[in-house]
T-cell receptor, first 115, second 114 residues
Framework: GAVVSQHPSWVICKSGTSVKIECRSL??????MFWYRQFPKQSLMLMAT?????????EQGVEKDKFLINHASLTLSTLTVTSAHPEDSSFYIC???????????FGQGTRLTVV | GNSVTQMEGPVTLSEEAFLTINCTYT??????LFWYVQYPGEGLQLLLK?????DKGSNKGFEATYRKETTSFHLEKGSVQVSDSAVYFC?????????????FGRGTSLIVHP
């Protein structure tokens, strides 16, 4: 199956700093990528849909100025958490829509801890 | 809109027991159905899928059959192992014409004891 690589797998940062998380499709081109947030013992909450070359579509309640998404190429989307605060600590997961648009492939997730 | 309902966990079983995790869905179109597995501290992995009615998805001893008449996609395994302990997510996506964005259930935690 298709491979999606997410980096870093974990990161610790200080309050007020920004953190960038990368999501790469390694063996296919992904015009659409998704960013999710997962709280402990809960399901995935869709944050935004990222389309290559255009602005991301954010779900209701997600601050677009805080969670900056860039999808500059067909194999890379980035999520930048700006001015991070402890409440932003969470598990962030990206996924990429396969070329046949019938299945989404997931990265391994990034554990963000803001101290 | 689309939605997925899973049985609440945790499901606790002894090794070699039979597993069923129920999943039902509502969808506006004719969705594809998926089961994903998430091991502790990791992302989601696709376990199996089915794209049309009466299809059976299977992988690693797990099976699920797409039942359009009951709008269900229950996950089963005949003999679970300790290594199957994980969280299992049922999901659907509703192309073409609908949204490709997967809709997830809330997940069911499976704990298998030796």
């Amino acid at each position: 199956g298709a491979v999606v690589s997410q980096h870093p797998s974990w990161v610790i940062c200080k309050s007020g700093t920004s953190v960038k998380i990368e999501c790469r499709s390694l063996d296919f081109q992904a015009t659409t990528m998704f960013w999710y947030r997962q709280f402990p013992k809960q399901s995935l909450m869709l944050m935004a849909t990222s389309n290559e070359g255009s602005k991301a579509t954010y779900e209701q309640g997600v601050e677009k100025d805080k969670f900056l998404i860039n999808h500059a190429s067909l194999t890379l989307s980035t999520l930048t958490v700006t001015s991070a605060h402890p409440e932003d600590s969470s598990f962030y997961i990206c996924s990429a829509l396969g070329t046949e648009n019938t299945e989404a492939f997931f990265g391994q997730g990034t554990r963000l801890t803001v101290v | 809109g689309n939605s997925v309902t899973q049985m609440e966990g945790p499901v606790t079983l002894s090794e070699e027991a039979f597993l069923t995790i129920n999943c039902t869905y509502t969808a506006t179109g004719y969705p594809s159905l998926f089961w994903y597995v998430q091991y502790p501290g990791e992302g989601l992995q696709l376990l199996l899928k089915a794209t049309k009615a009466d299809d059976k998805g299977s992988n690693k001893g797990f099976e699920a059959t797409y039942r359009k008449e009951t709008t269900s996609f229950h996950l089963e395994k005949g003999s679970v192992q300790v290594s199957d302990s994980a969280v299992y997510f049922c999901a659907l996506s509703d192309p073409p014409g609908g949204s490709y964005i997967p809709t997830f259930g809330r997940g069911t935690s499976l704990i298998v004891h030796p």
